[in-house]
């Protein structure tokens, strides 16, 4: 199973404020949709509670010191390894990691790839990703794209094996 880390950050790596994003992006947020369509998606507690909702089509596996019952397609662990192995026995073959901070700071080392959305603005955010060695990614897709209020890329690393 790949495990993949998907972001949208400013130049500044912001990625967050107030417990939102920090900015309204339809066209990510569409790329977001059909990249995770099927898949399982690992979020802390608070970016769960930003996003309000289980995401329908796709598996939401929430991580909290406080597990709840599960509901449908959305699931509570205590821990990282618990989550990615119930996407690993569920036969999943790419998890994402789609946040928050907290999340991608204790995840980034495990990740093989990473679905970067570069948001071309700095904005004033209270939560941040990590910072990025790009020795170690190799870029295989760069798209730049001016649909929204902010031009923003995306881009496709692969970790260099
Ligand atoms: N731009 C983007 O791509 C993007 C994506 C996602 C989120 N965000 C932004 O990021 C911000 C939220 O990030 P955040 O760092 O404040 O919160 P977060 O990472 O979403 O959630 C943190 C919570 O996750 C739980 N947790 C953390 N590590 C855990 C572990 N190892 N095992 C079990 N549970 C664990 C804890 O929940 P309990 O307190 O319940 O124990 C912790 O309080 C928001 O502003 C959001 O909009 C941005």
């Known amino acids: 199973m790949i495990v993949s880390l998907m972001v949208a950050m400013d130049e500044e790596q912001g990625i967050g404020k107030d417990n939102q994003l920090p900015w309204h992006l339809p066209g990510d947020l ?30 939401m596996l929430v991580l909290t010191s406080a597990p709840q019952e599960p509901q449908e397609n959305l699931r509570f662990f205590s821990s990282i390894s ?58 295989t897709e760069k798209v730049l794209h001016t649909e929204d209020k902010y031009q923003w890329s995306f881009e496709i690393l692969n970790r260099v094996s």
Do not use: C
């Not at 930003?50 to 329908?56: C, E, K, M, T, V």
């Not at 998890?95 to 990473?114: K, M, P």
């Open 82 to 139: 618990e989550a990615t192995q119930f996407a690993r026995e569920a036969g999943e073959e790419e998890v994402f990691i789609i946040g928050g901070a907290n999340i991608y700071h204790q995840t980034l080392e495990l990740a093989d790839r990473i679905y970067l959305t570069q948001v071309q603005t700095i904005v004033d955010a209270d939560a941040f990703f990590p910072k990025l060695d790009r020795s170690l990614w190799i870029s």
């Open 30 to 59: 569409k790329n977001f949709k059909k990249i995770t369509m099927g898949h399982h998606l690992i979020l802390g507690r608070k970016t769960f509670e930003s996003i309000g909702r289980a995401l329908p089509g796709r598996t």
